[in-house]
């Protein structure tokens, strides 16, 4: 048996200590380079973020939602919470948190240990936290408005030098054919990308896990018939329902963010509900639900209460991998003109605004574009490493 | 085996009538007037009378609901609205253009992906197992209409190596001989063939670097090299055999992946298939002829899945369906 022994607090190296400093350094020089680097491109944003701060007055002015400024007070907000999060993690390098033996083996810390100690599923992770923190943060880091026309002259080449050393009329990724700044566009941009795909992803998810429980749970006529539903939508290629669905309300006229999401919403669950649907198959024989079953709980708390939180492992890295998915599917239905209406742009809309300019001016087209992949990669890594620690099969082999 | 293929046959039916359902009822629901969906201004009365019959546009909408059915049943899909030719002709020509590509895609990004798949797998853990593991995870994440313009970009803006789109010259290809033909067609297929490829090439290196792993931990590997066999004949014969299996299910599983694929890649190409064909109806409101791509696309997955199963069972002799 294990006897739960307090262990002793192992002692840090002194240059831990670095971090207190700069989040991340201590990690880097106790030979922890990835979260290191990763921490430090962390503090990067940052320090870009705290030098808009007095910028907010202007940014105050445009970007506003039913006159509220959200978007400015999140990205403050964000702010501090993200540089809290960095020093505090510095901090448990310097004075680790003590773990009996018990606690070093329950399911999470083997975990987390698994995890932290996956490189790529480490840069993944860094991948998403940067993307979201300068999504949340947008209003701070981004130099100008992106629908303000005026800034600059017309299609000008990326100067990322110039624009650094203060030179006038010289922008880090150039502007685009009305003058705007291109690099503003891209930050405003990646913010409704990651956001449809956030949401419209949070929508399949519930929606597949609830047909995939009920399904699993109930059996018989209920799983069939399901089940059969599912098959057939799978059976559609999703660009093309997707296209379908779109095009065809779009034509009178209906076309916002919010049909935009739910529609992809709508049209990516059913892979979620299949591996709900197997985990629930598999759980329901156990002992735990005959017990919930033996005390006469109502079926739909032994679905929700019971099942789901126990088959939400595997869907959670699915969901990591199908977020990837669904923002490739929104920047494709953009790119053929059927996402959301501008001004407003994501990334896929300004891939296709840039096709036109191939020839003048490729960054138009080549930054959005590295920019899906970027993200795309940054999700399918965090995914892969979840996997990985996730899957008992696998522990211990690295 | 044929029982099983029968039973599956049968339920393709089920499957076709609910897709088409499924968009008669989208259609139904769309914003506007049944009879506009069917009419452009320009349509003349005669044209006008003939489609109101053909379709039932007077009638309420289970009468149209069956009648749709109906024609569906005896493979009539009515005419195109936009082109007023028949769907079927419309279908027949772009049909086989679309299978070109995905075919010549197939047989020729796919084994790169899987050769890939398999060096990774082999030299599981080293540089040269993360660094390609990068490389592919960076093109399976990669949007395929933006590789489609950075190959346009590339290949014909700045090195003018290939042809920007089309299936053929537009002008020159009537005056060419025959092999001069096929060099044309084959250099026109290139571009768009790759963007449509390489996103399933490097999923297919993934699928088959973990098959890989899977088979390599097996015992009857560890047998065959304590019986002395050389590591290359180990792998070819005994890793590779195995590992595939998994691979050739994908293989027929991503026919409608290519299909779907091809709807922005025949787009940016100008290439006249099958996702053309829908963008266009799609966006110029062709009824008759979305239903009857909707109808093809279901029946080319279910197709794809078929195929899936037997070639399954053919190079796996111990699959038995029943």
Same mark, same amino acid.
């Given at each position: 048996?294990?006897?739960?022994?307090?262990?002793?607090?192992?002692?840090?190296?002194?240059?831990?200590?670095?971090?207190?400093?700069?989040? @991340?350094? $201590?990690?880097?020089?106790?030979?922890?380079?990835?979260?290191?680097? @990763?921490?430090?491109?962390?503090?990067?944003?940052?320090?870009?973020?705290?030098?808009?701060?007095?910028?907010?007055? !202007?940014?105050?002015?445009?970007?506003?939602?039913?006159?509220?400024?959200?978007?400015?007070?999140?990205?403050?907000?964000?702010?501090?919470? +993200?540089?809290?999060?960095?020093?505090?993690?510095?901090?448990?390098?310097?004075?680790?948190?003590?773990?009996?033996?018990?606690?070093?083996?329950?399911?999470?810390?083997?975990?987390?240990?698994?995890?932290?100690?996956?490189?790529?599923?480490?840069?993944?992770?860094? @991948?998403?936290?940067?993307?979201?923190?300068?999504?949340?943060?947008?209003?701070?880091?981004?130099?100008?408005?992106?629908?303000?026309?005026?800034?600059?002259?017309?299609?000008?080449?990326?100067?990322?030098?110039?624009?650094?050393?203060?030179?006038?009329?010289?922008?880090?990724?150039?502007?685009?054919?009305? $003058? !705007?700044?291109?690099?503003? !566009?891209?930050?405003?941009?990646?913010? +409704?990308?990651?956001?449809?795909?956030?949401?419209?992803?949070?929508?399949?998810?519930?929606?597949?896990?609830?047909?995939?429980? /009920?399904?699993?749970?109930?059996?018989?006529?209920?799983?069939?018939?399901?089940?059969?539903?599912?098959?057939?939508?799978?059976?559609?290629?999703?660009?093309?329902?997707?296209?379908?669905?779109?095009?065809?309300?779009?034509?009178?006229?209906?076309?916002?963010?919010?049909?935009?999401?739910?529609?992809?919403?709508?049209?990516?669950?059913?892979?979620?509900? !299949? +591996?709900?649907?197997?985990? /629930?198959?598999?759980?329901?024989?156990?002992?735990?639900?005959?017990?919930?079953?033996?005390?006469?709980? @109502?079926?739909?708390?032994?679905?929700?209460?019971?099942? /789901?939180?126990?088959?939400?492992?595997?869907?959670?890295?699915?969901?990591?991998?199908?977020?990837?998915?669904?923002?490739?599917?929104?920047?494709?239905?953009?790119?053929?003109?059927?996402?959301?209406?501008?001004?407003?742009?994501?990334?896929?809309?300004?891939?296709?605004?840039?096709?036109?300019?191939?020839?003048?001016?490729?960054?138009?087209?080549?930054?959005?574009?590295?920019?899906?992949?970027?993200?795309?990669?940054?999700?399918?890594?965090?995914?892969?490493?979840?996997?990985?620690?996730?899957?008992?099969?696998?522990?211990?082999?690295? | 085996?044929?029982?099983?293929?029968?039973?599956?046959?049968?339920?393709?039916?089920?499957?076709?009538?609910? %897709?088409?359902?499924?968009?008669?009822?989208?259609?139904?629901?769309?914003? &506007?007037?049944?009879?506009?969906?069917?009419?452009?201004?320009?349509? #003349?009365?005669?044209?006008?009378?003939?489609?109101?019959?053909?379709?039932?546009?007077?009638?309420?909408?289970?009468?149209?609901?069956?009648?749709?059915?109906?024609?569906?049943?005896?493979?009539?899909? &009515?005419?195109?609205?936009?082109?007023?030719?028949?769907?079927? #002709?419309?279908?027949?020509?772009?049909?086989?253009?679309?299978?070109?590509?995905?075919?010549?895609?197939?047989?020729?990004?796919?084994?790169?992906?899987?050769?890939?798949?398999?060096?990774?797998?082999?030299?599981? *853990?080293?540089?040269?197992?993360? &660094?390609?593991?990068?490389?592919?995870?960076?093109?399976?994440?990669?949007?395929?209409?933006?590789?489609?313009?950075?190959?346009?970009?590339?290949?014909?803006?700045?090195?003018?190596?290939?042809?920007?789109?089309?299936?053929?010259?537009?002008?020159?290809?009537?005056?060419?001989?025959?092999?001069?033909?096929?060099?044309?067609? =084959?250099?026109?297929?290139?571009?768009? *063939?790759?963007?449509?490829?390489?996103?399933?090439?490097? *999923?297919?290196?993934?699928?088959?670097?973990?098959?890989?792993?899977?088979?390599?931990?097996?015992?009857?590997?560890?047998?065959?090299?304590?019986? *002395?066999?050389?590591?290359?004949?180990?792998?070819?014969?005994?890793?590779?055999?195995?590992?595939?299996?998994?691979?050739? #299910?994908?293989?027929?599983?991503?026919?409608?992946? =290519?299909?779907?694929?091809?709807?922005?890649?025949? #787009?940016?190409?100008?290439?006249?298939?099958?996702?053309?064909?829908? %963008?266009?109806?799609?966006?110029?409101?062709?009824?008759?002829?979305?239903?009857?791509?909707?109808?093809?696309?279901?029946?080319?997955? %279910?197709?794809?899945?078929?195929?899936?199963?037997?070639?399954?069972?053919?190079?796996?002799?111990?699959?038995?369906?029943?």
């Amino acid at each position: 048996m294990t006897a739960i022994v307090q262990r002793e607090a192992q002692e840090a190296p002194a240059v831990a200590k670095a971090g207190y400093v700069l989040p @991340g350094l $201590g990690h880097l020089l106790t030979g922890n380079v990835v979260t290191g680097v @990763g921490m430090l491109s962390v503090d990067a944003m940052l320090i870009v973020a705290v030098l808009g701060i007095p910028d907010l007055p !202007r940014v105050i002015a445009f970007d506003t939602w039913g006159g509220i400024p959200i978007h400015p007070i999140v990205a403050v907000l964000s702010l501090f919470g +993200i540089a809290a999060a960095q020093f505090w993690t510095a901090h448990r390098l310097v004075q680790p948190k003590v773990l009996s033996e018990l606690e070093r083996n329950s399911n999470y810390n083997l975990f987390i240990r698994e995890f932290t100690r996956n490189r790529t599923g480490m840069i993944g992770l860094f @991948g998403v936290v940067l993307m979201i923190g300068v999504t949340l943060m947008t209003p701070l880091i981004a130099p100008f408005d992106p629908d303000d026309v005026g800034v600059g002259t017309k299609l000008l080449a990326p100067a990322p030098w110039a624009y650094l050393t203060g030179a006038p009329d010289a922008f880090l990724l150039g502007t685009d054919v009305y $003058g !705007r700044d291109f690099f503003s !566009r891209l930050l405003y941009g990646g913010r +409704i990308s990651l956001s449809i795909g956030f949401i419209a992803f949070g929508i399949a998810a519930s929606i597949g896990t609830a047909v995939g429980a /009920v399904a699993g749970y109930f059996g018989a006529w209920v799983d069939r018939g399901l089940m059969w539903f599912v098959d057939m939508l799978l059976s559609l290629p999703r660009l093309v329902l997707l296209l379908a669905i779109v095009g065809m309300f779009r034509v009178q006229g209906v076309k916002s963010i919010f049909l935009i999401v739910v529609i992809l919403g709508l049209t990516g669950w059913m892979g979620v509900s !299949r +591996i709900v649907r197997s985990q /629930v198959l598999s759980l329901k024989q156990q002992d735990f639900i005959q017990a919930a079953r033996a005390l006469g709980y @109502g079926s739909t708390r032994i679905v929700f209460r019971h099942l /789901v939180p126990n088959a939400l492992a595997p869907v959670i890295v699915y969901c990591s991998l199908a977020i990837g998915g669904t923002m490739l599917a929104e920047a494709g239905l953009s790119f053929l003109g059927l996402g959301v209406a501008p001004p407003t742009s994501t990334w896929g809309t300004l891939v296709n605004d840039g096709r036109e300019y191939l020839r003048q001016s490729a960054p138009l087209t080549v930054f959005p574009g590295l920019c899906i992949v970027m993200a795309v990669m940054s999700f399918n890594l965090l995914g892969d490493g979840l996997r990985d620690a996730l899957d008992p099969k696998l522990r211990g082999t690295k | 085996m044929l029982k099983y293929l029968l039973r599956k046959l049968v339920l393709v039916l089920p499957l076709l009538i609910g %897709v088409i359902t499924l968009i008669f009822i989208l259609i139904e629901l769309s914003p &506007g007037d049944v009879a506009d969906k069917f009419f452009t201004p320009e349509t #003349t009365p005669e044209v006008r009378e003939k489609i109101v019959a053909k379709y039932g546009l007077d009638k309420p909408a289970w009468f149209r609901y069956l009648l749709l059915l109906k024609n569906l049943a005896v493979l009539d899909f &009515g005419t195109s609205i936009a082109h007023g030719e028949a769907v079927t #002709t419309l279908i027949g020509e772009a049909l086989p253009n679309t299978l070109i590509l995905s075919v010549v895609t197939l047989l020729i990004i796919y084994p790169v992906g899987v050769a890939l798949g398999t060096i990774q797998g082999v030299k599981h *853990g080293t540089v040269v197992d993360s &660094g390609a593991s990068i490389v592919s995870l960076f093109f399976y994440s990669m949007p395929s209409f933006w590789l489609a313009l950075m190959l346009q970009l590339y290949f014909t803006l700045k090195w003018e190596l290939l042809p920007t789109s089309g299936m053929h010259d537009p002008v020159m290809y009537e005056f060419m001989s025959t092999p001069e033909k096929i060099q044309d067609s =084959l250099l026109h297929i290139i571009l768009p *063939g790759v963007a449509m490829g390489v996103a399933s090439a490097a *999923g297919a290196a993934r699928y088959m670097r973990s098959s890989v792993l899977e088979v390599i931990r097996q015992d009857f590997v560890r047998t065959a090299r304590a019986k *002395g066999l050389p590591e290359r004949q180990v792998v070819s014969k005994h890793v590779i055999r195995n590992a595939m299996l998994p691979i050739v #299910t994908l293989l027929g599983l991503s026919l409608p992946f =290519l299909f779907s694929g091809s709807v922005l890649i025949e #787009t940016i190409f100008a290439w006249p298939g099958m996702g053309r064909l829908i %963008v266009s109806a799609i966006f110029s409101q062709d009824t008759p002829v979305v239903i009857g791509c909707f109808f093809v696309f279901t029946l080319v997955v %279910v197709t794809g899945n078929l195929l899936a199963d037997i070639a399954y069972a053919l190079v796996d002799p111990r699959i038995k369906y029943d």
